[in-house]
């Protein structure tokens, strides 16, 4: 094995060991020196590979962010597509949850990481295009009149709202069952469009592309914003 891939091994279990460890901590915050002694390493190896617990947290967000994106990338039908978008946050809500919460931490605070987040939104830009191409795609098989960006804002608003249900000890206590109230948000968010019968196809084909227009003029923005 090469020094090059055992770098990339090596950094690979940190990010892995630094997720469980905030998984488990609950408050979105660890040390550098637990990680260190999870993983028998040095403290100063950890340097060698972030260079700062920060960087440490927005590379976990970026490697989440690229796997959503391989889940994603498989080219099935539109429907399988749609019901993934929501299954991505419902499946692991305390993940994504925290993730999310310790991203606009450190949009709100941190300086000095740009080449990074600029980087995690190129890659959610990707994500966003793909979605576009789903949700088009299923609207269309539908033929529902429901627009793309409404469709889209639907399936973010009961994925982030389910995953705060099923991530709170505190409603599962009278919600029961996860993987029924999982399957309910799919079958409603997937039969949504049919309760907007098609009128004019050519709204959704502009709501889509004034979208991915929008995206690509973001992309050209944030390269000159100070996060």
């Given at each position: 094995m090469s020094r090059q891939h055992q770098f990339k091994v090596r950094e690979e279990n940190i990010l892995a060991m630094a997720e469980q460890l905030l998984l488990e901590s609950g408050d979105g915050d660890i040390t550098l020196d637990s990680l260190a002694d999870q993983l028998d390493l040095a403290k100063g190896t950890l340097y060698k590979h972030f260079s700062s617990k920060d960087e440490l947290y927005l590379r976990i967000i970026i490697r989440y962010e690229e796997h959503l994106f391989d889940i994603n990338r498989i080219d099935d039908c539109p429907s399988a597509g749609v019901a993934r978008m929501i299954f991505q946050q419902l499946f692991n809500p305390q993940k994504a949850m925290l993730l999310n919460q310790i991203e606009e931490r450190l949009a709100a605070s941190v300086t000095g990481l740009n080449r990074l987040f600029?980087?995690?939104?190129?890659?959610?830009?990707?994500?966003?295009?793909?979605?576009?191409?789903?949700?088009?795609?299923?609207?269309?098989?539908?033929?529902?009149?429901?627009?793309?960006?409404?469709?889209?804002?639907?399936?973010?608003?009961?994925?982030?709202?389910?995953?705060?249900l099923l991530n709170s000890s505190f409603y599962q206590r009278y919600l029961g069952r996860r993987d029924t109230l999982r399957y309910a948000f799919v079958q409603q968010i997937l039969e949504l469009p049919s309760h907007y019968p098609a009128v004019d196809d050519e709204v959704m084909d502009e709501d889509m592309q004034e979208l991915v227009e929008q995206i690509e003029t973001e992309s050209e923005e944030h390269r000159n914003t100070n996060y």
């Open positions: 600029g980087e995690l939104y190129d890659i959610r830009r990707q994500r966003m295009k793909r979605l576009i191409d789903i949700i088009s795609a299923y609207l269309k098989d539908e033929h529902s009149s429901l627009s793309t960006r409404d469709y889209l804002s639907s399936i973010w608003a009961m994925g982030q709202g389910g995953a705060g």
